[in-house]
């Protein structure tokens, strides 16, 4: 599983590159959160917290309280980024105005900040 879903989120990531170089903002918003939120999975995954039932609040919450504030494993600053990220990409898919090219690009930034971190740490 924990390997299985950092694939995904290693192309969702290339995707949201992708998708901002080729000016589609919303949709580059969009597969960033989703890099970040199967980067998490795959986390807690390797600490044994897989379940079938995936939602996002549980891997939210369980990402912050366990690998943020109770194993120390990232750091406390990366503790608000899913749900700011989710944020955007609520935005960029539900309501009407556009995501701004300044806004995507921030959003890959945050995106690209918190996989690399969960890979290095999933490769260590």
């Known amino acids: 599983m924990k390997t299985e879903f950092l694939?995904?989120?290693q192309e969702n990531l290339k995707?949201?590159?992708l998708l901002l170089a080729n000016q589609l903002y919303n949709a580059?918003?969009?597969?960033a959160y989703y890099a970040v939120f199967q980067a998490a999975i795959a986390a807690l995954a390797k600490i044994g917290l897989e379940s079938e039932h995936q939602n996002h609040h549980r891997i939210q919450s369980n990402?912050?309280?366990e690998l943020i504030q109770k194993r120390k494993v990232y750091p406390g600053h990366l503790k608000s980024s899913l749900m700011e990220l989710q944020d955007v990409r609520n935005d960029a898919d539900y309501n009407v105005q556009l995501i701004s090219q300044k806004v995507a690009v921030r959003q890959l930034k945050?995106?690209?900040?918190?996989v690399a971190a969960i890979v290095k740490e999933l490769q260590s």
């Open 7 to 9: 694939l995904k989120s």
């Open 15 to 17: 995707a949201a590159e």
């Open 28 to 31: 580059s918003a969009n597969r």
């Open 63 to 65: 990402f912050v309280a």
């Open 110 to 114: 945050r995106a690209q900040e918190l």
